[in-house]
């Protein structure tokens, strides 16, 4: 009878433990179709395929369990170099091996701040990109539960370096700020941010089909530094063909129309078919991905120039979109608490902690 009141006690808390984890932990693509990865450890790590090893090489041949789990005796393991707090998951792709994080948020989010944020500045303004990392973050594990991770480590979701990214500002930025997530209607909000708005924020659904109640334009003390860049009619068109747009050859282009805070809505570039110029409307923030965010940093341009080329003249980066890191930087320099900044950003949302919601 003990024998099987213990084996029920440790299945209770192993579910317990599974909840907990499921609960906490983030999973990060971090790799992606490489060749192979090399595993190290001061303090050694467990495999289980029966290895126990301070360093290992592993390849697509030698994940016998796919997904191959790793986990630290210590406190870290180093993976091709870079130190990653968490377990680690190695996994066979078609072309190579995916590498996924599997860590704590709040361990994650020490590595996340300092890369999108820079470190020196005011902790106010720090505070408030951690919380809204965190909420990000959050949002995303829900909406991804059923995949096999929740974000990537770059900028298509949030950048991500691991336990050597982490500065001491930012990672007391996530413990003073441990579990503050922002909600609106009870629910985590979907909390995009970007670096320099230009002096006002931008409506979600003037970028995205998406029109959050609580991604609305405001107001920002940040005028945005001006940028210039300048393509041709022929970059044009073959940037198009890459994206699966076959336009035939690209003669001209122009603003077709703009959003309330003066940003590109959609570009009007007109192409030549059999004889018959037609036009064909890009969406400003679609032009940007076509062409790279770092390319055209934002969509808030004009055109000029005439023949083959064109100028782009614009000011701000990013998508402008929730909450402008510059701004946030320039509110806390003006004494500005980092919830203070946050209202400001998001309309009508509540700053709550993980466990009340």
Not at 55 to 65: H, L, P, S, T
Not at 319 to 324: A, D, I, T
Request: charged fraction near 25%; include cysteine.
């Amino acid at each position: 009878m003990a024998r099987i009141l213990i084996g029920l006690i440790s299945l209770i808390f192993l579910i317990l433990s599974n909840e907990t984890e499921a609960k906490d932990n983030i999973r990060v693509l971090i790799m992606e179709d490489v060749p192979s990865v090399t595993v190290e450890s001061p303090w050694g790590f467990d495999i289980p395929q029966g290895l126990n090893s301070n360093r290992v090489e592993i390849d697509r041949e030698g994940v016998r369990a796919n997904p191959l789990r790793v986990t630290p005796i210590g406190d870290y393991l180093i993976l091709n170099g870079k130190k990653y707090r968490g377990n680690i998951e190695i996994k066979k792709g078609e072309k190579g091996l995916y590498i996924i994080n599997d860590l704590n948020i709040e361990d994650y989010l020490k590595g996340v701040v300092p890369q999108e944020i820079d470190h020196k500045w005011d902790m106010e303004a720090l505070k408030a990109q951690a919380v809204v990392a965190r909420t990000y973050a959050l949002y995303y594990m829900k909406e991804n539960r059923n995949k096999e991770y929740d974000l990537e480590a770059s900028i298509m979701s949030q950048v991500y370096n691991g336990m050597d990214g982490e500065k001491s500002r930012t990672t007391i930025s996530v413990i003073e700020t441990e579990g503050i997530v922002l909600t609106y209607d009870g629910k985590v909000i979907e909390a995009f941010y970007h670096a320099s708005c230009g002096g006002h924020t931008e409506n979600s659904g003037e970028v995205w089909s998406k029109d959050a109640p609580y991604l609305r334009g405001v107001e920002c003390p940040e005028p945005g530094q001006p940028w210039e860049r300048r393509i041709t009619l022929g970059e044009i068109e073959t940037a198009l063909r890459k994206d699966g747009i076959n336009p035939g050859r690209v003669i001209s282009a122009e603003i077709s129309s703009t959003t309330g805070t003066g940003r590109v809505g959609y570009l009007k570039i007109f192409v030549r078919n059999g004889g018959v110029n037609e036009p064909l409307y890009i969406r400003g923030n679609d032009f940007r991905r076509i062409f790279g965010y770092t390319r055209i940093p934002s969509a808030y341009f004009r055109l000029n120039g005439s023949g083959d080329e064109i100028r782009i003249t614009g000011k701000g980066a990013g998508h402008g979109v929730g909450l402008c890191q510059f701004g946030a930087k320039e509110l806390a320099e003006r004494g500005r608490g980092f919830k203070e900044i946050l209202r400001h950003y998001y309309r009508g949302i509540e700053i709550d902690r993980v466990r009340d919601i």
